[in-house]
């Protein structure tokens, strides 16, 4: 018969089918450890911390016995004064074993002490633990019903969980049982309890499976959800080594601030299954990683409650994004892949879904790496600037599974054997535009009035600090328009040249900066009939080669046959550079459709243009020049 390791394993019984089973308190993980040998039933089980084996009540002999972590199965003599019916075991750091039957009026205490005087005696707490020869056990006042028990090794004070859902203190010495205020309150049955050196106590539902941690504060008792273990449901009994810690855990810090989702509202709190790494020293994001006993939750709606160091700070994200990516550091020498699993709430709604999320793979090597995910914004999201949502991360040799919940990606909760999880604000960012400012003073179009604001579907260019024109370009929100487009800063000459009122073509030299690596359209308009509206056989068009430094780019426009420039009035010119390939597809059969609408780099300037009268004729008489009337 071989002891058992002091470990945080939970160890658990089932009544009637004569074997052990393990459940890892931190991942939910079990399964069958052994089957009794010899088989029997076995209930009121305790983990012995001086020697490291099990003993329980036997229910077929009455008998109590000893379990090695083979299973092995050892009677042991009979105990003067002991009855033969418990259903609560429980040891004390120096070995003593505490028995009891639901709602009895007395409790046990028997001394397995190895090599003790009076091992395998019943004794008295309150009185030396003297040996009992009579008038046995120790009243308890008032008797609860319950079915299993521990000793908190960091007061010495017996606990059990009733039916009702309230825990109860017993003093060993005295046998005084005092209700506690208990939050939250769970009825059921709980006949499975196990405790670690750290004090919290690991309560198993024996309909369900669930395993909820309690600890106790004060004349309270708080608990909450802790893990699901599914597996063996049913009577039942637990213990675990009392001096064993369970691993340190990493927790993420996503605001969790109420029950259910919601924008800033994530599941992040132990309570609601949040996502929790045990601890290792060879997998992890950045530098290393911080324990926590339970998600330090951000009340703030920062994720700041835990120390993260993943990326140096998250990328904004573009309001008109269709993917985002983000460049994680990571550490992994555990000598196995790792996967590293990433999701950002785009829709806001408190859930990291499966269309939200992005996967890499992370080898095991001796020196830090750097792995990029990238996410695709789902169709249909709308991103709306100056608001924040959130990104989660995690690592871990771990295979996460799709439990196939259309709500949430159960990778994103849950415990899992090893790695990190860090959560992140996201800052969702205006794209910084550039619009026009020819006038726009209503619907429709007209003599200085064009199609420049957002809302009449404007011309407007994301900005790039590669293709400009003049020095530079400015962003706004709308366009600037007034009545002589002076609203944005513009330069790409210094004043726009007279139009003569009998000018056949107009000339305009523009000066531009591409050095995009691509060749850039330079498209331009002068609305010469002021109709409001930019016109296919108003427009000219030239290349810019890409070139580090400043260029000059003529455009020469056509003044359409038939228009009448009328002098002393003004109308007004649009100038696009762009690495795009605008296109007219002539669904307008009043505007050329280059004018106006979106473009993903550049920028677009208007300018008004003066139409001035002709300049007159000269000619050059006898001697001197004079002007020639009618000419």
């Given at each position: 018969?071989?002891?058992?390791?002091?470990?945080?394993?939970?160890?658990?019984?089932?009544?009637?089918?004569?074997?052990?089973?393990?459940?890892?308190p931190i991942t939910g993980d079990s399964g069958l450890m052994c089957r009794l040998n010899p088989p029997h039933n076995i209930n009121a089980i305790g983990f012995n911390p001086l020697d490291n084996y099990i003993y329980g009540l036997d229910m077929d002999t009455g008998a109590l016995v000893q379990i090695?972590?083979?299973?092995?199965?050892?009677?042991?003599?009979?105990?003067?004064?002991?009855?033969?019916?418990?259903?609560?075991?429980?040891?004390?750091?120096?070995?003593?074993?505490?028995?009891?039957?639901?709602?009895?009026?007395?409790?046990?205490?028997?001394?397995?002490?190895?090599?003790?005087?009076?091992?395998?005696?019943?004794?008295?707490?309150?009185?030396?633990?003297?040996?009992?020869?009579?008038?046995?056990?120790?009243?308890?006042?008032?008797?609860?019903?319950?079915?299993?028990?521990?000793?908190?090794?960091?007061?010495?004070?017996?606990?059990?969980?009733?039916?009702?859902?309230?825990?109860?203190?017993?003093?060993?010495?005295?046998?005084?049982?005092?209700?506690?205020?208990?939050?939250?309150?769970?009825?059921?049955?709980?006949?499975?309890?196990?405790?670690?050196?750290?004090?919290?106590?690991?309560?198993?539902?024996?309909?369900?499976?669930?395993?909820?941690?309690?600890?106790?504060?004060?004349?309270?008792?708080?608990?909450?959800?802790?893990?699901?273990?599914?597996?063996?449901?049913?009577?039942?009994?637990?213990?675990?080594?009392?001096?064993?810690?369970?691993?340190?855990?990493?927790?993420?810090?996503?605001?969790?601030?109420?029950?259910?989702?919601?924008?800033?509202?994530?599941?992040?709190?132990?309570?609601?299954?949040?996502?929790?790494?045990?601890?290792?020293?060879?997998?992890?994001?950045?530098?290393?990683?911080?324990?926590?006993?339970?998600?330090?939750?951000?009340?703030?709606?920062?994720?700041?409650?835990?120390?993260?160091?993943?990326?140096?700070?998250?990328?904004?994200?573009?309001?008109?994004?269709?993917?985002?990516?983000?460049?994680?550091?990571?550490?992994?020498?555990?000598?196995?892949?790792?996967?590293?699993?990433?999701?950002?709430?785009?829709?806001?709604?408190?859930?990291?879904?499966?269309?939200?999320?992005?996967?890499?793979?992370?080898?095991?090597?001796?020196?830090?790496?750097y792995i990029t995910l990238t996410f695709n914004v789902p169709v249909g999201v709308d991103l709306e600037p100056g608001t924040m949502t959130f990104a989660r991360f995690r690592i871990t040799t771990d295979n996460l599974v799709i439990d196939g919940n259309p709500l949430q990606d159960s990778r994103s909760?849950?415990?899992?054997?090893?790695?990190?999880?860090?959560?992140?604000?996201?800052?969702?960012?205006?794209?910084?535009?550039?619009?026009?400012?020819?006038?726009?003073?209503?619907?429709?179009?007209?003599?200085?009035?064009?199609?420049?604001?957002?809302?009449?579907?404007?011309?407007?260019?994301?900005?790039?600090?590669?293709?400009?024109?003049?020095?530079?370009?400015?962003?706004?929100?709308?366009?600037?328009?007034?009545?002589?487009?002076?609203?944005?800063?513009?330069?790409?000459?210094?004043?726009?040249?007279?139009?003569?009122?009998?000018?056949?073509?107009?000339?305009?030299?523009?000066?531009?900066?591409?050095?995009?690596?691509?060749?850039?359209?330079?498209?331009?308009?002068?609305?010469?009939?002021?109709?409001?509206?930019?016109?296919?056989?108003?427009?000219?068009?030239?290349?810019?080669?890409?070139?580090?430094?400043?260029?000059?780019?003529?455009?020469?426009?056509?003044?359409?046959?038939?228009?009448?420039?009328?002098?002393?009035?003004?109308?007004?010119?649009?100038?696009?550079?762009?690495?795009?390939?605008?296109?007219?597809?002539?669904?307008?059969?009043?505007?050329?459709?280059?004018?106006?609408?979106?473009?993903?780099?550049?920028?677009?300037?208007?300018?008004?243009?003066?139409?001035?009268?002709?300049?007159?004729?000269?000619?050059?008489?006898?001697?001197?020049?004079?002007?020639?009337?009618?000419?």
């Open positions: 018969m071989e002891p058992f390791v002091c470990d945080n394993t939970i160890i658990k019984s089932l009544s009637g089918n004569q074997s052990l089973y393990y459940i890892d090695g972590s083979d299973c092995a199965l050892s009677q042991l003599a009979n105990v003067p004064g002991l009855p033969g019916l418990f259903t609560s075991g429980a040891f004390d750091l120096d070995g003593f074993f505490y028995l009891y039957l639901s709602a009895d009026p007395r409790f046990y205490t028997v001394d397995l002490r190895p090599g003790s005087s009076t091992y395998l005696r019943l004794v008295d707490p309150a009185n030396g633990f003297a040996e009992q020869t009579s008038n046995y056990g120790t009243p308890m006042s008032p008797p609860r019903y319950i079915d299993d028990w521990v000793i908190n090794p960091t007061d010495g004070y017996l606990y059990a969980i009733q039916s009702t859902g309230y825990f109860v203190r017993i003093s060993p010495a005295t046998g005084v049982s005092t209700q506690l205020a208990t939050s939250p309150i769970n009825p059921g049955v709980y006949g499975a309890m196990a405790i670690d050196g750290d004090g919290f106590m690991y309560v198993i539902d024996n309909g369900n499976g669930n395993v909820y941690r309690y600890w106790i504060e004060g004349d309270t008792a708080t608990g909450e959800f802790f893990v699901s273990s599914v597996t063996f449901t049913g009577s039942a009994d637990a213990t675990m080594c009392p001096l064993a810690r369970l691993a340190d855990l990493d927790f993420g810090d996503a605001p969790d601030q109420g029950v259910g989702n919601g924008q800033g509202n994530y599941n992040t709190l132990l309570a609601n299954n949040g996502p929790r790494h045990i601890i290792v020293d060879n997998l992890f994001f950045g530098t290393g990683v911080t324990a926590e006993d339970d998600a330090h939750q951000d009340p703030y709606d920062l994720a700041i409650g835990d120390v993260d160091d993943a990326v140096s700070s998250m990328p904004p994200l573009k309001e008109n994004a269709e993917t985002y990516s983000v460049t994680l550091s990571v550490r992994n020498s555990t000598g196995h892949p790792a996967n590293i699993y990433g999701w950002v709430d785009f829709n806001s709604d408190g859930l990291f879904q499966v269309i939200e999320s992005a996967m890499a793979v992370a080898p095991s090597q001796a020196t830090q790496q909760v849950g415990p899992a054997s090893d790695g990190e999880v860090e959560d992140w604000a996201v800052w969702i960012t205006e794209v910084p535009m550039d619009f026009g400012d020819a006038p726009d003073r209503g619907l429709g179009n007209g003599q200085g009035n064009y199609n420049t604001l957002l809302i009449n579907n404007g011309p407007r260019h994301i900005i790039d600090d590669n293709i400009f024109f003049g020095t530079g370009v400015t962003a706004e929100r709308d366009a600037l328009q007034n009545y002589d487009a002076t609203g944005d800063f513009d330069d790409a000459v210094l004043s726009m040249p007279l139009l003569k009122e009998n000018a056949r073509t107009y000339t305009v030299i523009l000066r531009v900066l591409n050095r995009t690596g691509y060749p850039a359209n330079v498209f331009g308009w002068v609305d010469f009939n002021s109709n409001g509206l930019f016109e296919e056989d108003e427009a000219s068009v030239a290349v810019v080669p890409s070139q580090p430094g400043q260029q000059f780019v003529t455009l020469i426009f056509d003044v359409p046959y038939g228009v009448v420039l009328e002098p002393d009035t003004m109308t007004f010119a649009r100038f696009r550079i762009t690495t795009d390939e605008l296109v007219d597809d002539g669904s307008d059969p009043y505007q050329d459709l280059r004018s106006v609408g979106p473009a993903s780099d550049g920028e677009v300037e208007d300018w008004a243009v003066f139409i001035v009268e002709r300049t007159p004729a000269v000619v050059c008489c006898i001697g001197h020049c004079s002007q020639f009337c009618g000419g």
